[in-house]
């Protein structure tokens, strides 16, 4: 049996902790950053959790 591939581009946006919580990029940071808040971009900035009904299927995209 081949060896399972992991999903590149899914590789590139999730990452896992030690306890088993995948963390994510959050949206709206790229543009049109003049009319949204400093408090709203200082929030951006750190990752977000991916939420637990979705985290079956990014566990399929990255099985190692």
Known sequence: MPKMK???G???RFKKTG???IRRGKA?????LTKKTTKT????????IVHASD??????????
């Open 6 to 8: 992991t999903n590149r």
């Open 10 to 12: 899914a590789a590139k």
């Open 28 to 32: 709206f940071r790229r543009h049109i």
């Open 19 to 21: 306890g088993s919580v």
């Open 55 to 64: 985290v079956k299927e990014v566990l399929k995209l990255l099985p190692y």
């Open 41 to 48: 971009k200082r929030d951006l900035r750190q990752p977000g």
